[in-house]
């Protein structure tokens, strides 16, 4: 049950979610929120229990109608576009008095009744119709049309107006905050992420399955096209250092047929196995331009230096000769510099000091943060 109150009596709390349809940065964010309110449930639109691997096993769980579509549709949502401006107005949120809708694209556009509290903690405004717009329309999978621009306009207003709705905005880091000032015209408060890489103090064992030698550079990412990871493949190839790539996403099989042996791409891994790869690992590498990037804190809270690309949310994680270095283009000649010159510095980083930098973004710093913001606009309503 909520602790917080209106006008003496304990508050009901929705939490809705995009997709939970694969386990990234925004899910762990979730994960924090459900702590923060166990007895809420969630609404999303799609939900792939198995690409979950339990990681929210016990908790009221409601897709929306996606949920029927047949299995080429759900594992291919983005055919379902047309319906991803609508769904999010058909939960049924009358019982609640607040909702957090946790959102990259969607949820943020939910309606609430007028004296129901909405609060929207926005991983990022949404990307591809933005300031990726002319990036996806050109890329391989998207051909390029008069249609296809008429409808990117279509949900780029509807994007707009659906910012509108909540009554307050959270922000992941000043960079989303810069984004959401130019693209929505709205104040936000900055609350960063949980991304500090926990294990349950019973569990910090290696695991007997993963034998692992040290010296590999890594990724952790989804395998997405703007996480960029073929240009960290194509890097490695040319230089054939160890590289280990852990992810799911649509771009796997791809990364697979490019990638030289000196390469291995693997699966999803469970917490235990992850911190044993973060553990022994060389450097991270992060190539995406993104609106926070929880992974290369992950790293970081290993004493792991992180080589990443001059733009985004990493700019507020990273310092430059501290706990990594930068690389200045999404090139495969531009990052196997950046490496090189990792190399050449290497020494000089102190697993120490890159430890104590990752501490800012712990989960209990976020609970805390979350905690106090809603006690303020809770008290103002």
Known sequence: ???????????????VHDFLVQMGGAEKVLESLCEIFPDAPIYTLLYNKEKMHGVFQGRKIYSSYLQKFPNFFKKRYQYLLPFFLVIPETFDLRD???VISSSGAWSKGLVTKLDTLHIAYLHSPMRFVWDSNDTYLNSKKV???????????????????????????????????QRITKYYRRKSDIIYPPALFQLQADNNQTPKDVQLK??????????????????????????????????????????????????????????????????????????????????????????????????????????????????????????????????????????????????????????NEINQFLTKVIDNS
């Open 214 to 367: 040290s010296g590999y550079f890594l990724v952790v990412s989804r395998l997405s096209g703007y996480k960029k990871t073929d240009v960290i493949v194509e890097a490695f190839n040319k230089l054939e250092l160890p590289l280990v790539i852990i992810g799911e996403g649509e771009q796997e099989k791809y990364l697979r047929k490019i990638a030289k042996e000196n390469v291995k791409i693997l699966s999803w891994k469970n917490n235990e196995e992850l911190a044993e790869y973060y553990r022994k690992a060389r450097a991270f590498i992060f190539a995406a331009e993104d609106d926070f990037g929880i992974a290369p804190v992950e790293a970081m809270s290993f004493g792991v230096p992180v080589i990443a690309f001059r733009r985004g949310g990493v700019l507020e994680t990273v310092v430059e000769g501290v706990n990594g270095e930068f690389f200045d283009a999404q090139h495969p000649d531009v990052l196997a510099d950046g490496i090189r010159r990792f190399i050449e510095n290497e020494k000089k980083y102190d697993k120490k000091e890159i430890i104590n930098l990752a501490q800012r973004f712990s989960k209990e710093k976020f609970k």
């Open 1 to 15: 049950m909520s602790k917080y109150q209106i006008k003496g009596e304990k508050i009901k709390v929705a939490i």
């Open 96 to 98: 609640f008095d607040l």
């Open 143 to 177: 051909k390029n049309s008069i249609f296809k621009r008429l409808i990117f306009s279509y949900v780029r207003i509807w994007d707009r107006l659906a910012a509108e709705r909540p009554d307050y905005l959270i922000a992941n880091s000043r960079y989303t905050q």
